[in-house]
């Protein structure tokens, strides 16, 4: 039996092993993505008690689960412990880590269903036209694309923890390129294009990149000799040690989420389990796409509801509510004590009458801006689907300004921080490796215009709006408040 007619095999029988008694009402889509001899991508879909395997790669999923087969085979058998596979990096994870972490309690060791291979051996040819040797494979030597795509290979989310940086890499010499590295919230994404607000720009020949690649690049003597030269913030370049190994042995295989490329019809290779014709595209979002940015300037607005209740602020006559054409995803918010969003011109009659306030229709650009404010923690998304031309360029930015304890007070920076991101497959999950982050700004009582440029992967893109305030509870005398307003996409 072949490698990889094993490795199906293991994977066809997980769901005989399934615990659907521990998944329950389980809503979940794991990609595999098992790198070696006999690897490939497998997708496995958990729904209401139900387990279904499929090979290829899922067009949505919340976790990825990346290892070797070796592992994978070992995980099947009982003789590898997940969570400590994803500590010492044997097992990366990329999305939720906890769905990660339940597939051992739902898929409990499933070797034993797995058929004994009863293929018969195959008899001698007695065809006389004498053999032919198997060609050699086209590119054997790998590029530095090579080494660059398959960077989050490397990566190990336990030492990054919450880390959200982009890393710009230029590479010089004759297979050299300008590379951008995504890290955020445990995930790590590379894509081939350059971004106008990297946290740190890291130049270095080919040579050097590829040591890195090899683990035998010490970082910090290059740097002392000249052979790498850093701008930006050193300290996010020293962790680069840190929070990749080394991933110069998994060139060839898939990183997620480079999207899978077609298969030459010259290339030999053995039987593979059917699947679908692989697109050079992910395919488009299922949700709403618009044809452009709509209402980046925040002067549309549709009402704000939780749980079915319109909601307000104190009195009728201070209704909340959000930017129209945007979704609205609240990532965390202090136990009973959520954040309030509304129109500026709705804010200033609110802070008029509670605060003091001049009553002040605050913005820079038409009717209105977004306002989001609250004494208390938070941390949220807006974002917005739209149609795209793949291949092409497009940047995204607006106005962003944030007050630490209202108005009136000095700036106190780092409190309250603003971000943008762009998804270039069009996917609407803020925490995907394919999203692209711009710069996390912590800068207060000032406007900021941060821009964000990537290339479309897909025929949809989507943009990215993240509020995060830091601070438990300023009081309640005081405000933390932002504004938003002029966004574009261009």
């Given at each position: 039996?072949?490698?990889?007619?094993?490795?199906?095999?293991?994977?066809?029988?997980?769901?005989?092993?399934?615990?659907?008694?521990?998944?329950?009402?389980?809503?979940?889509?794991?990609?595999?993505?098992?790198?070696?001899?006999?690897?490939g991508?497998?997708?496995?879909?958990?729904?209401?008690?139900?387990?279904?395997?499929?090979?290829?790669?899922?067009?949505?999923?919340?976790?990825?689960?990346?290892?070797?087969?070796?592992?994978?085979?070992?995980?099947?058998?009982?003789?590898?412990?997940?969570?400590g596979?994803?500590?010492?990096?044997?097992?990366?994870?990329?999305g939720?880590?906890?769905?990660?972490?339940?597939?051992?309690?739902?898929?409990?060791?499933?070797?034993?269903?797995?058929?004994?291979?009863?293929?018969?051996?195959?008899?001698?040819?007695?065809?006389?036209?004498?053999?032919?040797?198997?060609?050699?494979?086209?590119?054997?030597?790998?590029?530095?694309?090579?080494?660059a795509?398959?960077?989050?290979?490397?990566?190990?989310?336990?030492?990054?923890?919450?880390?959200r940086?982009?890393?710009?890499?230029?590479?010089?010499?004759?297979?050299?390129?300008?590379?951008t590295?995504?890290?955020?919230?445990?995930?790590?994404?590379?894509?081939?294009?350059?971004?106008?607000?990297?946290?740190?720009?890291?130049?270095?020949?080919?040579?050097?990149?590829?040591?890195?690649?090899?683990?035998?690049?010490?970082?910090?003597?290059?740097?002392?000799?000249?052979?790498?030269k850093?701008?930006?913030?050193?300290n996010?370049?020293?962790?680069?040690?840190d929070?990749?190994?080394?991933?110069?042995?998994?060139?060839?295989?898939?990183?997620?989420?480079?999207?899978?490329?077609?298969?030459?019809?010259?290339?030999?290779?053995?039987?593979?389990?059917?699947?679908?014709?692989?697109?050079?595209?992910?395919?488009?979002?299922?949700?709403?796409?618009?044809?452009?940015?709509?209402?980046?300037?925040?002067?549309?607005?549709?009402?704000?509801?939780?749980?079915?209740?319109?909601?307000?602020w104190?009195?009728?006559?201070?209704?909340?509510?959000?930017?129209?054409?945007?979704?609205?995803?609240?990532?965390?918010?202090?136990?009973?004590?959520?954040?309030?969003?509304?129109?500026?011109?709705?804010?200033?009659?609110?802070?008029?009458?509670?605060?003091?306030?001049g009553?002040?229709?605050?913005?820079?650009?038409?009717?209105?801006?977004?306002?989001?404010?609250?004494?208390?923690?938070?941390?949220?998304?807006?974002?917005?689907?739209?149609?795209?031309?793949?291949?092409?360029?497009?940047?995204?930015?607006?106005?962003?300004?944030?007050?630490?304890?209202?108005?009136?007070?000095?700036?106190?920076?780092?409190?309250?921080?603003?971000?943008?991101?762009?998804?270039?497959?069009?996917?609407?999950?803020?925490?995907a490796?394919?999203?692209?982050?711009?710069?996390?700004?912590?800068?207060?009582?000032?406007?900021?215009?941060?821009?964000?440029?990537?290339?479309?992967?897909?025929?949809?893109?989507?943009?990215?709006?993240?509020l995060?305030?830091?601070?438990?509870?300023?009081?309640?005398?005081?405000?933390?408040?932002?504004?938003?307003?002029?966004?574009?996409?261009?």
């Amino acid at each position: 039996m072949s490698n990889s007619s094993k490795v199906a095999d293991y994977v066809q029988a997980m769901c005989k092993s399934f615990a659907s008694n521990k998944a329950g009402g389980l809503k979940a889509t794991y990609y595999l993505q098992l790198s070696g001899t006999g690897g490939g991508d497998w997708t496995v879909s958990v729904i209401d008690g139900r387990c279904q395997t499929n090979s290829g790669r899922p067009s949505n999923a919340n976790t990825q689960i990346t290892m070797s087969t070796d592992n994978y085979l070992k995980l099947a058998g009982g003789r590898l412990d997940i969570r400590g596979a994803v500590q010492s990096g044997q097992i990366r994870v990329g999305g939720d880590l906890q769905l990660a972490l339940k597939f051992a309690e739902i898929f409990p060791p499933w070797e034993s269903h797995v058929k004994a291979d009863t293929t018969p051996p195959t008899p001698p040819s007695t065809d006389p036209t004498p053999a032919q040797p198997t060609p050699p494979e086209t590119g054997d030597t790998p590029t530095i694309s090579d080494y660059a795509r398959t960077m989050p290979n490397g990566f190990r989310p336990n030492k990054a923890g919450s880390l959200r940086a982009t890393y710009q890499f230029q590479i010089s010499g004759s297979d050299g390129g300008t590379w951008t590295v995504t890290v955020s919230n445990g995930t790590c994404s590379t894509s081939k294009v350059q971004t106008d607000s990297p946290n740190v720009i890291i130049a270095l020949n080919d040579a050097n990149f590829i040591k890195l690649a090899e683990g035998k690049l010490n970082t910090t003597q290059a740097y002392r000799q000249g052979q790498i030269k850093i701008s930006g913030d050193l300290n996010l370049a020293a962790k680069i040690p840190d929070i990749f190994g080394a991933w110069a042995d998994t060139v060839g295989s898939t990183p997620f989420p480079t999207p899978q490329q077609p298969t030459t019809p010259d290339s030999k290779r053995e039987p593979q389990p059917e699947r679908p014709d692989p697109k050079p595209m992910p395919k488009v979002p299922s949700g709403t796409v618009y044809p452009s940015l709509t209402n980046g300037s925040f002067d549309e607005y549709q009402d704000y509801v939780r749980k079915g209740e319109k909601k307000v602020w104190k009195e009728d006559q201070f209704p909340e509510r959000y930017g129209k054409y945007w979704t609205l995803k609240t990532i965390r918010e202090k136990s009973g004590r959520r954040f309030h969003i509304m129109d500026s011109g709705v804010f200033g009659k609110f802070t008029q009458r509670y605060f003091r306030g001049g009553g002040r229709d605050y913005h820079i650009h038409g009717r209105h801006s977004q306002v989001v404010t609250s004494r208390y923690e938070f941390d949220l998304v807006l974002y917005q689907t739209v149609a795209a031309q793949p291949g092409k360029a497009y940047t995204f930015g607006g106005s962003m300004v944030s007050f630490f304890q209202g108005t009136s007070g000095p700036p106190v920076h780092n409190k309250i921080f603003k971000t943008i991101g762009i998804d270039p497959t069009g996917g609407d999950d803020y925490k995907a490796a394919s999203v692209v982050w711009g710069d996390r700004d912590g800068r207060d009582n000032e406007w900021r215009y941060p821009s964000l440029k990537v290339k479309a992967q897909a025929e949809a893109i989507t943009v990215f709006i993240r509020l995060e305030n830091e601070e438990d509870d300023v009081g309640d005398t005081e405000l933390n408040i932002i504004h938003l307003d002029n966004f574009r996409l261009e």
